[in-house]
């Protein structure tokens, strides 16, 4: 097991690295650059703004230089709110999007799973085809068009709750952004578990168990250990979800999180926001995978004696 969480550990810094090169590639070879405006700025004062921000140096040093930034946890001065650093900026905006995301992710893994069940007893009942709708429903139903009905819905015709905005976290603010981030999780979690579960329980195992007369909260107790598996599987992929979707509910909703902030550098070529961005969402998707993948190996371990045997 030890030896399974070094090598996934080793895999996982290698693979930031490639995702932080990419990035900043990218981010230089973008059209433009962060002091162009529509009002051109004096020759002397732009050619002194890239020597302060060392853009003046080859493509290579900069990346070097910013690697070694990186290392010191400096993620480097915002162009844009030129009295914050990226630091600071992400200090204020970090726990905001995390808290949207732990709570969408809570949200899919209760109502995904539980729905996921329910299919599963249904098998080919009213119920099933009621799963089945309502998760193809929300895999089909992107946020860009799931947040705009919902505040046009619940906010605008209900009045019921606010349609924009963060109010210190007040939980009526948190309900829609969390609602249009959580919909196509459980869709997905739903179908996994009613797909897997149905699975399990027509294995012959679990026939045998009937046939001893257990109760059904028992056969079920015992077909959900296996079939947890593959949901938990899916986490890293809902997490990567989750966290890429925010750019879009944040920015929709008026939210300061992480995405409204992505999108502000985006917009004006800040590159170390932007990059800070991405270092930080890649990083969090990359800790999450690894969380999941050592939890399923300890919940199985022939993942980690499969992995010693290759």
């Given at each position: 097991?030890?030896?399974h969480a070094f090598?996934?550990?080793?895999?996982?810094?290698?693979?930031?690295?490639?995702?932080?090169?990419?990035?900043?590639?990218?981010?230089?070879?973008?059209?433009?650059?962060?002091?162009?405006?529509?009002?051109?700025?004096?020759?002397?004062?732009?050619?002194?703004?890239?020597?302060?921000?060392?853009?003046?140096?080859?493509?290579?040093?900069?990346f070097w230089v910013?690697?070694?930034?990186?290392?010191?946890?400096?993620?480097?001065?915002?162009?844009?709110?030129?009295?914050?650093?990226?630091?600071?900026?992400?200090?204020?905006?970090?726990?905001?999007?995390?808290?949207?995301?732990?709570?969408?992710?809570?949200?899919?893994?209760?109502?995904?799973?539980?729905?996921?069940?329910?299919?599963?007893?249904?098998?080919?009942?009213?119920?099933?085809?009621?799963?089945?709708?309502?998760?193809?429903?929300?895999?089909?139903?992107?946020?860009?068009?799931?947040?705009?009905?919902?505040?046009?819905?619940?906010?605008?015709?209900?009045?019921?709750?606010?349609?924009?905005?963060?109010?210190?976290?007040?939980?009526?603010?948190?309900?829609?952004?969390?609602?249009?981030?959580?919909?196509?999780?459980?869709?997905?979690?739903?179908?996994?578990?009613?797909?897997?579960?149905?699975?399990?329980?027509?294995?012959?195992?679990?026939?045998?168990?009937?046939?001893?007369?257990?109760?059904?909260?028992?056969?079920?107790?015992?077909?959900?250990?296996?079939?947890?598996?593959?949901?938990?599987?899916?986490?890293?992929?809902?997490?990567?979800n989750i966290l890429?979707?925010?750019?879009?509910?944040?920015?929709?909703?008026?939210?300061?999180?992480?995405?409204?902030?992505?999108?502000?550098?985006?917009?004006?070529?800040?590159?170390?926001?932007?990059?800070?961005?991405?270092?930080?969402?890649?990083?969090?998707?990359?800790?999450?995978?690894?969380?999941?993948?050592?939890?399923?190996?300890?919940?199985?371990?022939?993942?980690?004696?499969?992995?010693?045997?290759?």
């Amino acid at each position: 097991m030890l030896r399974h969480a070094f090598l996934r550990v080793c895999a996982a810094v290698p693979t930031l690295l490639i995702i932080i090169a990419l990035a900043f590639l990218l981010m230089r070879l973008a059209p433009g650059g962060p002091f162009d405006s529509e009002r051109a700025l004096d020759p002397d004062i732009a050619r002194n703004l890239r020597r302060i921000y060392r853009l003046d140096l080859p493509l290579i040093q900069q990346f070097w230089v910013y690697l070694q930034s990186l290392m010191r946890g400096d993620l480097g001065p915002s162009f844009h709110w030129r009295d914050f650093s990226v630091n600071e900026l992400f200090a204020h905006a970090l726990p905001i999007s995390m808290r949207l995301g732990g709570e969408a992710m809570l949200l899919a893994l209760i109502v995904g799973g539980v729905l996921g069940i329910a299919g599963a007893a249904s098998r080919r009942g009213p119920g099933a085809w009621a799963v089945d709708g309502a998760a193809l429903l929300g895999v089909v139903l992107p946020p860009l068009v799931v947040a705009p009905l919902l505040q046009l819905g619940f906010g605008l015709s209900l009045h019921a709750l606010p349609v924009g905005g963060w109010n210190d976290g007040a939980w009526p603010n948190q309900i829609l952004p969390v609602a249009t981030l959580a919909l196509p999780q459980i869709a997905v979690v739903a179908r996994l578990m009613q797909a897997v579960l149905r699975d399990v329980l027509a294995e012959p195992h679990i026939r045998t168990l009937r046939a001893f007369g257990l109760p059904a909260r028992h056969i079920y107790a015992h077909a959900l250990r296996a079939a947890i598996l593959p949901v938990l599987s899916y986490l890293g992929l809902a997490a990567a979800n989750i966290l890429t979707g925010s750019v879009i509910v944040e920015t929709i909703f008026g939210i300061p999180g992480m995405g409204r902030y992505f999108v502000d550098g985006a917009l004006g070529r800040d590159y170390p926001l932007v990059m800070g961005t991405v270092v930080v969402v890649a990083a969090l998707v990359i800790l999450f995978n690894l969380i999941v993948d050592l939890t399923h190996a300890w919940l199985d371990p022939r993942l980690a004696d499969h992995g010693r045997v290759q």
